[in-house]
């Protein structure tokens, strides 16, 4: 290999396959089959409608699913450790706004140990009054330090502020971590991670006994009907703005942004290279002009995220207070100028070519490959969703960035917080 010489460039490659095989167990839950991997391991994530968006009271769906490993009534959390660090597995639990899974990491040959483990987790955890207290007081105590902090407090109010009187809203306040009851977290267990909506995806070297095992200890889960929908408007909020003012601040918490739609919207792949431009990677027009060129900020960035019933884009940064206004004047300039004049087509290929270049990386192994899947599982697309969007970013014409940014990006459409001085 000469190292003088740079690899040939091409924007052609073998797509991945992420279209994963599909079982149906004895309980009717549906298992999904990566079989990828080199090594002699595997990951076991189990899916389940458990996210925020169904929690009645703020904060039982995080408490239960962080304190589903500190017991079951079989054994205590020492015990549950102890077994997995002995066969040099890893456990962990994920809780977002839609969803809530449970994940394994485990060595094939010790699946027959560990894997009981995790259901064991799933179906007969008990969340012990001891850890429950433990819990309320240490999250608590975090909550009271972060509120001195302005990326915090705009991070709470801005989610609000999009998505108030909605299931996502789900703002939070110090007295909330007090009312946080055993009973409620085991209600929700009960309701949320035993529904006839859960699923299981598994990736890694699956062999012939992974599988039956998989089948054998997740197939007899007793799983219940459960309600997965509730009522919800996706309607835009319009121009809002508000400034939360700390005397004492340093630095101002700047969040702009406004509700859009999920990945199955037509726009979706043309707002994630708008958002790529503006400010969606290091080398993008906020960073360009607020950090490099005016020193504002060590970090600005945009981004576009989907939710099962609704989406969302923002912009987010922390400034000295001295230069707040100055940097919400630069923001808006560099949204102007997306709206007004076509992005420059040497600019438009670098964007291009970043973005192919990070969906290559980032389904690189089967573990990679089964967060893709499970990505667009519960929207209900398939892996042609993928497909359509390497040959969109291919395609996609600096006309049509400029007519999403004056569809979406209008200032009467964005909301706009500070947090400190302005």
Same mark, same amino acid.
């Given at each position: 290999m000469n190292r003088l010489q740079a690899p040939e460039y091409t924007t052609q490659f073998n797509f991945p396959a992420i279209a994963p095989e599909q079982h149906q167990l004895a309980n009717q839950m549906q298992l999904f089959v990566i079989n990828a991997g080199s090594q002699a391991l595997c990951k076991i994530e189990m899916v389940f409608n458990a996210g925020n968006y169904f929690e009645s009271n703020a904060l039982v769906a995080n408490a239960t699913n962080s304190l589903m490993r500190e017991g079951t009534s079989n054994k205590s959390a020492g015990? &549950?450790?102890?077994?997995?660090?002995?066969?040099?597995?890893? @456990?962990?639990?994920?809780?977002? %706004?839609?969803k809530a899974s449970v994940i394994l990491y485990s060595l094939n040959k010790h699946l027959h140990k560990t894997l009981p483990v995790m259901m064991d987790?799933?179906?007969? =955890? &008990?969340?012990?009054?001891?850890? @429950?207290?433990?819990? %309320?007081? !240490?999250?608590?105590?975090?909550?009271? $330090? !972060?509120?001195?902090?302005?990326?915090? $407090?705009?991070?709470n109010h801005f989610n609000a502020m999009l998505f108030k009187d909605t299931p996502y809203d789900q703002f939070i306040e110090a007295n909330y971590y007090d009312e946080l009851s055993q009973i409620q977290l085991q209600n929700f267990f009960k309701d949320r991670y035993a529904g006839n909506g859960a699923y299981m995806v598994i =990736?890694?070297?699956?062999?012939?006994?992974v599988l039956n095992?998989?089948?054998?200890? =997740?197939? &007899?889960?007793?799983?219940?009907?459960?309600n997965?929908?509730?009522?919800?408007?996706?309607?835009?909020?319009?121009?809002?703005?508000?400034? &939360?003012?700390? %005397?004492?601040?340093?630095?101002? =918490? #700047?969040r #702009?942004?406004?509700?859009?739609?999920?990945?199955?919207?037509?726009?979706?792949?043309?707002?994630?290279?708008?958002?790529?431009?503006?400010? /969606?990677?290091? /080398?993008?027009?906020?960073?360009?002009? #607020?950090?490099?060129?005016?020193?504002?900020?060590?970090?600005?960035?945009?981004? $576009?995220?989907?939710?099962?019933?609704?989406?969302f884009f923002y912009i987010s940064t922390e400034v000295g207070v001295d230069v707040t206004t100055a940097t @919400?004047?630069?923001?808006?300039?560099?949204?102007d100028a997306l709206q007004q004049t076509l992005v420059p087509t040497e600019e438009l290929e670098l964007v291009k070519n970043y973005l192919l270049g990070t969906f290559l990386r980032s389904v690189d192994g089967p573990f990679a490959i089964s967060e893709k899947f499970t990505s667009i599982k519960d929207y209900g697309l398939t892996n042609d969703f993928y %497909?359509?969007?390497?040959?969109?970013?291919?395609?996609?014409?600096?006309?049509?960035?400029?007519?999403?940014?004056?569809?979406?990006? /209008?200032k009467n459409n964005l909301s706009e917080l500070v947090v400190g001085k302005k």
């Open positions: 015990e &549950i450790a102890e077994l997995l660090d002995y066969y040099g597995a890893f @456990l962990e639990t994920a809780v977002y %706004k839609d987790l799933i179906q007969n =955890a &008990i969340f012990p009054e001891k850890e @429950l207290l433990l819990y %309320k007081t !240490n999250q608590k105590q975090k909550f009271m $330090v !972060n509120q001195q902090k302005v990326d915090h $407090v705009a991070r =990736a890694g070297k699956i062999t012939d006994d095992q998989v089948k054998q200890e =997740a197939g &007899i889960i007793a799983l219940k009907p459960v997965e929908k509730k009522n919800y408007i996706n309607t835009q909020n319009g121009r809002t703005e508000l400034l &939360i003012e700390k %005397k004492d601040a340093m630095q101002s =918490a #700047i #702009i942004g406004c509700r859009l739609f999920n990945k199955t919207h037509p726009d979706y792949f043309n707002m994630q290279v708008l958002n790529t431009i503006l400010g /969606g990677y290091f /080398g993008s027009r906020l960073m360009s002009n #607020i950090r490099e060129d005016k020193g504002y900020t060590y970090g600005i960035g945009s981004g $576009v995220a989907s939710l099962l019933n609704d989406g @919400l004047t630069e923001i808006y300039k560099e949204i %497909k359509a969007y390497v040959n969109h970013i291919k395609q996609v014409k600096a006309q049509d960035l400029m007519l999403m940014a004056q569809k979406y990006l /209008g």
